[in-house]
């Protein structure tokens, strides 16, 4: 097995088993065999490029990320962090300054 297989094959596992999806279930969606998808996730076989798609496209996760070139998920990852990060800062505001911040908020959410 190469190094690119076996890459594949860790997050290909990963990503299923946190989104709680049965192989069944993505060889249905691959239009593929259980055994074949197996395979894929195994790195017994290489996993076409269509394929790849179809499954980052299915759990939101970008390309980079399924072939472990990347261990940000997606944009919507990035954004999720950056909503924390916003957040945290927010919470350190007094109890006035965070009123006068989220009426803020609200105004320029209105004027969108």
Same mark, same amino acid.
């Given at each position: 097995?190469?190094?690119?297989?076996?890459?594949?094959?860790?997050?290909?596992?990963?990503?299923?088993?946190?989104?709680?999806?049965?192989?069944?279930?993505?060889?249905?969606?691959?239009? +593929?065999?259980?055994?074949?998808?197996?395979?894929?996730?195994?790195?017994?076989?290489?996993?076409?490029?269509?394929?790849?798609?179809?499954?980052?496209?299915?759990?939101?996760?970008?390309?980079?990320?399924?072939?472990?070139?990347?261990?940000?998920?997606?944009?919507?990852?990035?954004?999720?962090?950056? +909503?924390?990060?916003? +957040?945290?800062?927010?919470?350190?505001?007094?109890?006035?300054?965070?009123?006068?911040?989220?009426?803020?908020?609200?105004?320029?959410?209105?004027?969108?």
């Amino acid at each position: 097995m190469d190094t690119e297989s076996k890459n594949i094959q860790i997050r290909l596992a990963d990503i299923r088993k946190s989104y709680n999806v049965k192989q069944k279930t993505l060889s249905d969606l691959l239009n +593929v065999t259980t055994r074949q998808y197996q395979r894929y996730e195994l790195g017994e076989s290489d996993l076409p490029i269509a394929k790849a798609i179809i499954l980052a496209d299915y759990f939101e996760v970008s390309l980079d990320y399924l072939f472990n070139r990347s261990k940000k998920m997606s944009n919507l990852e990035i954004e999720y962090f950056s +909503v924390i990060e916003e +957040v945290k800062v927010l919470s350190t505001l007094n109890s006035k300054n965070k009123k006068v911040a989220l009426e803020i908020l609200k105004v320029l959410q209105q004027e969108q």
